[in-house]
């Protein structure tokens, strides 16, 4: 195998993938403004894991760190930039035991943030929909040992 032109060959690919896949556009940077957070918002592939597991709903830190596979303290802090732009809150769990802290999109963002993971999730979706189930478990599975090799868990932000 030619490992180095496969280097080179991911190199290209990523970009084009993380493009594809696409940020924040301005119509949906003017949608977070309308709801009062800053237009200069700058959101992190770290935030962005955040949004995604709150689309599944309430998370605590730890549970977010879980999920994430980072450290809870990285986590927290991924937490408090969002709580920062008012995309996030954190408030007292459903149980009785008042320490219990969960996070949760801030009022009028879940529709947003849901809205915007939702067609990147059906982009993927759609390009997927051209691979077998083999192949998109081999892309998966490919790209966790990938992200293992940088010696960073997935989403912790170096």
């Known amino acids: 195998m030619e490992r180095e032109r496969l280097v080179d060959e991911v ?7 993380m493009r594809a896949i ?9 949608e977070f403004a309308s709801r009062g957070v800053p237009v200069d918002v700058r959101v992190s592939p770290g935030h962005v894991q955040i949004l995604i597991a709150l ?16 450290s809870a303290p990285a986590a927290s802090q991924l937490v408090d930039r969002l709580v ?3 995309m996030v809150e954190r408030r007292h769990g459903a149980t009785a035991d ?12 879940r529709e947003v943030a849901v809205g915007l993971m939702e ?22 599975r490919g790209l966790r040992v990938l992200t293992e090799g940088f010696g ?3 989403g912790e932000e170096n």
């Not at 008042?98 to 963002?109: C, G, H, I, L, T």
């Open 11 to 17: 190199l290209m690919l990523m970009p084009t993938l």
């Open 98 to 109: 008042r320490r219990v802290v969960v996070v949760d999109y801030a009022p009028r963002m």
């Open 22 to 30: 696409g940020g924040p556009d301005p119509a949906e940077m003017a």
């Open 55 to 70: 689309s599944k709903g309430p998370h605590s830190v730890g549970q977010l760190a879980q999920v994430m596979g980072v």
């Open 119 to 140: 067609v990147r999730r059906r982009r993927l979706e759609a390009a997927f929909a051209r691979m077998t189930d083999e192949e998109v478990l081999a892309f998966v």
């Open 84 to 86: 920062e732009h008012g």
């Open 152 to 154: 960073a868990a997935p």
